[in-house]
């Protein structure tokens, strides 16, 4: 089969693309004809080697991506239900997603529900699971006037049309024009080009009154701002930092200004995680959330890496082997 190997860490150069040996699917394992392998900012830490990502360095050669759809090919010792069956599937800690052919333990696969794409699959099984998790945490209501960075990423988009379904006021903040206007299409009630000098102001003027959410994964001095427009009472939810650095912000700071911080992904959120894939699939199914999906070839992985690092992409970003 084809897929992306990375024998050092690195730029994205590293990843390279050919041909290696099919996967052999082990005990309580399917392998998996890949439609659409995951790419995910996390995938691009695992990639450099840094220190400070949630995953461990892993130990090389090896084949990246840990999220993929397509049909179910063999699978021993497993449910011969599952043959033929389109699924997806989150590899969890395990890698091998970059391919034509993934192995996958057989207790996390899902059914692709027949209305949806495989591409929008692969984006709630990862991206989808961890946005129901935050909001579950953010608990919004129509009362909210809800501030959401990275608004025309995979998770900014998807907290854009809940914000929106439960009548809360919302605030998209994207990088460029181009950006601002997609997450106006998706039901923003005010975008903003956080970009722009100033732009904190903007938001102020333009709501007439304090924030009360921050959905925040971008940090840095971005981060910062959308902190400083929350009032007394606010919720900030932080889950990571897309410039580089967290936000500066300190626990008797947010205890002045009466603003609490939520953990958005906690205990709860592994010990329910294959709830949440679920949860996340009956969502884009039945037509409450779209997924925006950006693809790129399978050979083109270290393109797609390059465009999640500098910020040029919108959605969920996809490999089609």
Known sequence: MRAIRQYEFGPPAVLRYGRVLDPTPGSGQ????????GVHFVDTMIRRGADNGPIARPRLPMTPGREVAGVVEVGPGVDEAWLGRRVVAHLGLASGGYAELAAADAGRLHVVPADLSAAAAVAMIGTGRTAVGILDAAELTAADVLVVSAAAGGLGSLFLQEGRAVGATVVALAGGPDKVALAGSLGADIAIDYLQPGWPKLVQDAVGGAVTVVLDG????????????????????????????????DADEMERRGVTAVAALGDTFARDIRTLEQRA???AAGGAWRPLVQEFPLGAAPDAHHAIETRATTGKVVLIP
């Open 30 to 37: 399917v392998r998996i004809a890949v439609e659409v392998a």
């Open 218 to 249: 971008v940090g840095g001095d971005v981060g910062r701002a959308a902190f400083e427009l929350l009032g007394p009472g606010g919720r900030l939810l932080r889950f990571g930092w897309s410039s580089g650095r967290a936000a500066d912000i």
């Open 281 to 283: 699939l009956d969502q």
